[in-house]
């Protein structure tokens, strides 16, 4: 049980607190509701480009790492297509810097020409890296592009393409940093070897005065329902044919959206998995298998995904009927008591040692604030599922009028 203590300033952002006594550390963590969903979509990968440039320095402190790095301390940060997080570690006796740090710039970002061009010859360097140079990199451009026909997570969070980052303005910086990085539209988390009284001075001390700001909302309309299956094939330079099979489900939140994580745990989740004994194993066709989800905070796709020994069309359509096959025994009533306990158990351990260390402690804090989540519910949540309930979802999500599959072969 993680102890949570919680209030609200009065400018709205929310503050999740624990004290963590076993370590001389703290970890701040800084989760903005806002990410590539929010762009337009012909101004593609802006929310992570300004991740990059949320470290270029605000009006007060030219160099955010250095000062950090002064402090003993480190950091780092991250953008999906729901949020944007920034996370700081370093010494308790040192934790006000963060505090000011992270204040600063949410206050008074520096706008500089020069930084903007810096961080936007890093992100095109990136997107060359991941997307275009190296095996698979746009696979996500092509699996989201079929799975999605108008919502904006139909781009990945680099963006669509490279000319979207390169056109990106000043004024595009400005306005929005201005609609979306505010405190009423962030949680504020914080883990480590400090007290309640001392978190709630600090908040107020640099976080206190920084006005709220007006969010720019979000007006797109829901994915439309898939009523037919999909296919592409994609043909490149890859060592090894891999298939993918992704369906729709619901986002964070819905009754449906832990039967669906349940689902890709008893497909893969471990060695005592039906795709590593039955697929892996149990046949000669695979060299990987894997089921996940999205997690997303709308929704998203529950993905079956595979590397293939073979690069013949016999050998995939083989893949994709054993593939099947696994599936139709969930439609089919297959799963034992034993076999759902035993997945829920490997989840509770999976679940409890990711959140021991107080930075990932503080991380799934900040996480369960913004999205309503009691985080020390989630397992009782999982064990409160029935093998009736995985039953009829996996009925209705892993349906193939709600398939997108995406053949990525080797030329």
Excluded at 3 to 21: Q, Y
Excluded at 143 to 159: A, C
Excluded at 173 to 181: D, E, L, Q
Excluded at 196 to 212: C, N, S, V, Y
Aim: hydrophobic share 35%; with cysteine; aromatic share 10%.
């Amino acid at each position: 049980m993680i102890e949570l203590n919680h209030f609200t300033l009065s400018n709205g952002l929310r503050v999740v607190h624990n004290h963590d006594s076993a370590t001389a550390m703290v970890a701040l963590n800084i989760l903005y509701n806002v990410g590539a969903r929010d762009e337009n979509e012909n101004l593609t990968g802006l929310a992570h480009l300004f991740e990059h440039l949320m470290f270029g320095g605000s009006i007060n402190i030219p160099d955010f790492d250095q000062a950090m790095e002064q402090a003993g301390g480190w950091n780092n940060a991250w953008t999906s297509n729901d949020f944007t997080n920034f996370y700081d570690v370093l010494p308790a006796q040192n934790a006000e810097t963060a505090f000011w740090l992270e204040s600063d710039r949410m206050l008074s970002l520096a706008f500089s020409d020069k930084a903007l061009e810096v961080q936007r010859s890093v992100v095109i360097e990136e997107f060359k890296e991941v997307c275009l140079n190296k095996p698979y990199g746009d696979m996500a451009h092509h699996l989201r592009d079929l799975v999605y026909t108008s919502h904006p997570y139909r781009f990945p969070t680099i963006g669509k393409e490279i000319s979207h980052i390169e056109k990106v303005t000043q004024d595009d910086v400005i306005k929005f940093f201005h609609s979306h990085y505010a405190p009423n539209n962030a949680v504020l988390a914080i883990s480590g070897n400090i007290s309640l009284e001392e978190t709630k001075r600090l908040a107020e001390k640099w976080f206190g005065d920084i006005p709220q700001r007006e969010i720019t909302p979000r007006t797109y309309a829901p994915e439309p329902k898939q009523t037919a299956p999909r296919r592409k094939i994609v043909t490149a330079d890859v060592p090894q044919a891999v298939l993918i099979k992704a369906y729709h489900m619901p986002g964070h939140g819905h009754k449906d959206y832990i039967p669906c994580d349940i689902i890709t745990d008893l497909l893969a989740s471990g060695r005592s998995a039906r795709f590593y004994r039955n697929l892996l194993m149990g046949t000669d066709l695979f060299t990987e298998i894997d089921a996940s989800i999205t997690g997303s905070d709308e929704p998203g796709y529950l993905m079956l995904s595979a590397r293939l020994r073979e690069n013949s069309d016999s050998a995939i359509q083989q893949a994709e009927e054993a593939i099947e096959n696994e599936i139709q025994k969930l439609w089919n009533n297959t799963i034992t008591e034993y076999e759902l306990t035993r997945t829920i158990n490997r989840f509770e351990s999976n679940n409890t040692f990711s959140t021991i260390g107080f930075l990932p402690k503080a991380q799934a804090m900040a996480m369960g604030e913004m999205q309503g989540e009691d985080i020390n519910q989630i397992t009782s949540k999982y064990r409160a599922v029935t093998i009736e309930q995985i039953q009829q979802v996996a009925e209705h999500v892993l349906s193939p009028n709600n398939c997108s599959t995406l053949v990525y072969n080797r030329r």
